[in-house]
């Protein structure tokens, strides 16, 4: 039997997901209904989901959005409270399935979302697998995610900027196509937290370095690749030359660590060294995409680690460090590299369900709050 949730509590425990009504007495008419939270639509116009910024833009302390950035144009990039925003409502998604739930349909008139990015839903009718059956679930599951895509679509296109931001793109994208991935769904690398991006990022090298099978590692090499040149960018290193601050890590050794050697010799020699191919084996076809990838992801681990002497050392404009301004430069420059990553792991299977709990740390996902008092 279906159950209407959102109005009255029902009997039972209540659901972390559903905003109940609260009733306050108003004499001398008796109790009165008090609703939570805004419309989806209201925080859209009200919150900002996406950011435009540029190399002009001044954030807090006076530091350049985009320090040391020379390319004339504009970047767009998620804000934090849409991040949370789209982050909790996969969440309850995923929180709902665990419980054996799923919504029979869902639209923006079904949401409330708070000023710190909280979703709740409410007036939702819930379904059960046991009374559904497994195959019908799964279909409105699957819908549910559907209607999500919907959703995070309008937050982040309906916000007066009309782009979409690269990263968010992959998301809906695999919201729309790819249901068999709904446990990273949440934790998309998209939704990372800005102060976070690199965290992530060391996560997931880490397990290059420790855990992962040649050959896997050679196929997200490719991956992230391509997926650059479906964007246009034939060269990451073009990108690393327009910001002062990634180009201080690319120059170090003048750049030699990172540089693709040339045709014949020296690439077999760079490919034997990574264990691609052996002396005996021709070069394959792929061999400069497998190597091409391998030196970003050296450069992106070195960045991190040198961050902040590059910072400091760019001091004609006396900056001090900040860590989420430089993480902005890094996300503008390779705003689908960690999401392609991801899925690749997961695809892979190299993200199993302790460590998709291990990297919830590393999206403040945790029990849903909300301040009533904070609307």
Not at 75 to 92: P, Q, T
Not at 163 to 175: S, W
Not at 291 to 297: A, E, N, P, V
Request: proline share 5%.
């Amino acid at each position: 039997m279906a159950h209407f949730l959102g109005m009255e509590q029902p009997l039972g425990p209540a659901l972390p997901y559903i905003l109940y009504d609260q009733f306050v007495l108003d004499p001398p008419n008796g109790p009165r209904c008090v609703g939570f939270g805004s419309s989806w639509a209201d925080f859209i116009n009200n919150r900002n989901p996406v950011l435009q910024v540029d190399n002009t833009t001044v954030g807090a302390g006076n530091i350049p959005d985009l320090p040391g950035e020379q390319y004339v144009g504009f970047f767009y990039l998620a804000s934090e409270v849409g991040k949370n925003a789209a982050r909790s409502l996969l969440w309850n998604l995923k929180m709902m399935e665990d419980d054996g739930y799923c919504l029979v349909g869902l639209v923006e008139d079904n949401v409330r979302v708070f000023n710190s990015g909280v979703v709740l839903f409410r007036n939702v009718q819930l379904e059960t697998k046991l009374v559904l059956g497994e195959q019908v679930y799964l279909d409105h599951l699957e819908a549910n995610y559907h209607s999500a895509e919907v959703l995070l679509r309008m937050m982040f296109s309906d916000n007066g900027l009309g782009t979409i931001p690269d990263d968010i793109q992959h998301l809906l994208d695999l919201l729309q196509n790819n249901f068999a991935d709904r446990p990273v769904f949440p934790i998309h690398a998209s939704l990372a937290p800005l102060i976070n991006h690199s965290h992530v990022f060391k996560e997931f090298h880490d397990m290059f370095l420790n855990d992962m099978d040649d050959a896997d590692y050679f196929t997200i090499c490719e991956a992230v690749i391509a997926d650059l040149r479906v964007f246009g960018v034939n060269d990451w290193r073009h990108g690393v030359g327009q910001n002062q601050l990634l180009a201080r890590t690319y120059n170090f050794r003048r750049g030699n660590d990172y540089r693709l050697p040339p045709l014949g010799g020296p690439t077999r020699a760079a490919l034997v060294g990574m264990g691609v191919i052996t002396w005996n084996d021709p070069t394959p076809v792929n061999g400069d995409d497998i190597l091409d990838g391998h030196k970003m992801f050296i450069f992106l681990r070195n960045r991190l680690a040198h961050r902040i002497e590059a910072l400091k050392a760019w001091n004609h404009l006396q900056l001090s460090f900040d860590a989420i301004h430089t993480e902005r430069v890094v996300l503008v420059k390779f705003q689908r590299v960690l999401s392609v990553i991801q899925i690749n792991l997961y695809q892979l299977g190299y993200l199993t369900p302790d460590v998709l709990y291990h990297l919830r740390m590393l999206f403040n996902i945790g029990p849903v709050t909300t301040s009533f008092n904070n609307e």
